[in-house]
T-cell receptor, first 116, second 111 residues
Framework: DGGITQSPKYLFRKEGQNVTLSCEQN?????MYWYRQDPGQGLRLIYYSQIVNDFQKGDIAEGYSVSREKKESFPLTVTSAQKNPTAFYLC???????????????FGNGTRLTVT | GNSVTQMEGPVTLSEEAFLTINCTYTATGYPSLFWYVQYPGEGLQLLLK???ADDKGSNKGFEATYRKETTSFHLEKGSVQVSDSAVYFCALMDSNYQLIWGAGTKLIIKP
């Protein structure tokens, strides 16, 4: 079955260390997204990419970086510059083909990052 | 700019009660509207959607009608179950394929 795989499910890091969260999809979707979710809040967009080798900053990109070298993969690096990195991170993808304007996002099961 | 406003939670109901979770939006044009559900410890899943005025989305006993005159997309279910306990997110998709999210409403169903 097609889907989005995020790994690991739980991640622990020391303050000051960079950490990379994995996101892989086999849905053949062009667009991929990273969201951050904090308790009691909605989703906030970190970065998104609509085609390979191109990505755009979302609402809260500071302290994060991404790459999109392959269509299937969109890893997120949480750098030491991110002041409050502890959160639940969700990766998503969608089709952007003509006619799929209404295409919903497909989500992975998330990675819970704890930085101490 | 575009925005989505949901009723604050948590919403606590007894099993078999009637559910309404309010969602209103502000947007230019005719956005598509979505309800997503997030079960504990998981990502979000699309619950239902509506793409134009007066459309009714439905799935798993849940319904929502796209009301352009009141800019609303309220989620309803006639008889909730304990397994419906989750966080529900209302969202709209703008013309740039970007989803604008509500803050989410936590639903707790007691047996």
């Amino acid at each position: 079955d097609g889907g989005i795989t995020q790994s690991p499910k739980y991640l622990f890091r020391k303050e000051g260390q960079n950490v990379t969260l994995s996101c892989e999809q086999n849905l053949n979707h062009d667009a991929m997204y990273w969201y951050r979710q904090d308790p009691g809040q909605g989703l906030r967009l970190i970065y998104y990419s609509q085609i390979v080798n191109d990505f755009q900053k979302g609402d809260i990109a500071e302290g994060y970086s991404v790459s999109r070298e392959k269509k299937e993969s969109f890893p997120l690096t949480v750098t030491s510059a991110q002041k409050n990195p502890t959160a639940f991170y969700l990766c998503a993808s969608s089709s952007t083909e003509l006619g799929s304007y209404n295409s919903p996002l497909h989500f992975g099961n998330g990675t819970r990052l704890t930085v101490t | 700019g575009n925005s989505v406003t949901q009723m604050e939670g948590p919403v606590t109901l007894s099993e078999e009660a009637f559910l309404t979770i309010n969602c209103t939006y502000t947007a230019t044009g005719y956005p598509s509207l979505f309800w997503y559900v997030q079960y504990p410890g998981e990502g979000l899943q699309l619950l239902l959607k509506a793409t134009k005025a007066d459309d009714k989305g439905s799935n798993k006993g849940f319904e929502a009608t796209y009301r352009k005159e009141t800019t609303s997309f309220h989620l309803e279910k006639g008889s909730v179950q304990v397994s419906d306990s989750a966080v529900y997110f209302c969202a709209l998709m703008d013309s740039n394929y970007q989803l604008i999210w509500g803050a989410g409403t936590k639903l707790i169903i007691k047996p």
